[in-house]
């Protein structure tokens, strides 16, 4: 099967590695939100990409959910030492690929490119593209006022009320080489578990990304982030509460109801009333959860195949 898949954050990296150890590894794509990318200290910082990265090379912090596993702050100290920001906290092992990739996007490179360098020289067989070539930052609109999504995820870990989330320059954005093939010519497309509303529609908003997810001929299954009536991590129910959408699956399918065909739920959580479904265990704390969560979906989406 080759597989598909948009996401952004922990929930979808988890997602993605389910897949590749579930024996799609050869065969999987994954799209990968940079609405999340900003520039801290001179660097291009590419948090979801970066996510994905350390979660397939096995050098992710579990216990976090983000980060590298054994890293140290050196850096940091000494920035602080300096009276320089640290609210956005970059660890020394992780410097690596905010430099490296910073230093190649400054001589011309693509990010697509510097992505696929990382992959291989990590052993990483699943393909890895960003959404886009092009600039798309997320901006929330809150109590506070505007907020960059990063100044609002960390800097505020998430605190301000949310009344409106937009995507500076998604209307110009061009989809990234090879993303609109690679939905086109899917045996499935799968929605990660990702927060629908700060990592996957950055995604949607990009117009070519949108028209290859109405196009495609593949299945195009959800896996829903709402365990037990809320999310399993970071704000999304918070955000649905603040914006007046009741944190269940009615709402989520009614969010993707442009494009998806069926939506996994987790049994804890009654099913949409207005697409199929399929409802099993969909917390991922294990690497077993993770690839159960992956095979579920996939028969969700086989099952959806003439």
């Known amino acids: 099967m080759k597989a598909v898949v948009l996401t952004g954050g922990v929930g979808g990296a988890k997602f993605v590695l389910g897949l590749e150890r579930s024996g799609l590894a050869d065969t999987v794509t994954a799209i990968v939100n940079t609405g999340d990318d900003f520039r801290h200290l001179g660097l291009h910082v590419s948090p979801d990409i970066d996510t994905l990265l350390y979660a397939l090379s096995g050098k992710s912090n579990v216990a976090q959910g983000w980060g590298r596993e054994g890293e140290t702050w050196s850096f940091l100290s000494a920035v602080q030492e300096l009276g320089g920001p640290d609210w956005f906290r970059l660890g020394d092992g992780d410097l ?10 400054a001589r011309g490179e693509t990010l697509s490119a510097i992505v696929a360098d990382f992959a291989a020289a990590w052993g990483i067989p ?19 006022g505007e907020l960059e ?3 609002y995820f960390v800097g505020r870990q998430c605190a301000p009320k949310v009344s409106a989330i937009r995507f500076e320059g998604a209307q110009a954005a061009r989809a990234a080489p090879g993303v609109v093939d690679a939905i086109l010519s899917a045996d499935a497309v799968f929605i990660a578990p990702s927060n629908p509303y700060l ?4 995604l949607l908003a990009v117009a070519d990304i ?5 196009q495609t001929r593949a299945p195009i299954v959800a896996i829903s982030p709402i365990v037990g009536g809320t999310a399993v991590k970071g704000p999304t129910a918070k955000i649905m509460a603040e914006l007046d959408i009741a944190p269940d699956n009615d709402a989520i399918a009614d969010h993707y109801a442009a494009f998806v065909d069926a939506l996994l739920v987790d049994a804890s959580d009654a099913a949409p009333a207005a697409i199929p479904a399929r409802a099993t265990h969909t917390l991922m704390k294990t690497l077993d959860d993770k690839i159960h969560v992956a095979r579920e979906a996939m028969a969700l989406a086989k099952s959806l195949i003439p």
């Open 96 to 105: 690596a690929l905010h430099v490296l990739r910073s230093e190649r996007l």
């Open 126 to 144: 699943t393909r890895i593209l960003p959404m886009s070539e092009d600039p798309v930052r997320t901006f929330v609109d809150t109590d506070e």
């Open 149 to 151: 999504f990063q100044r």
């Open 199 to 202: 990592s996957v529609d950055p």
């Open 210 to 214: 949108a028209a290859a997810l109405e």
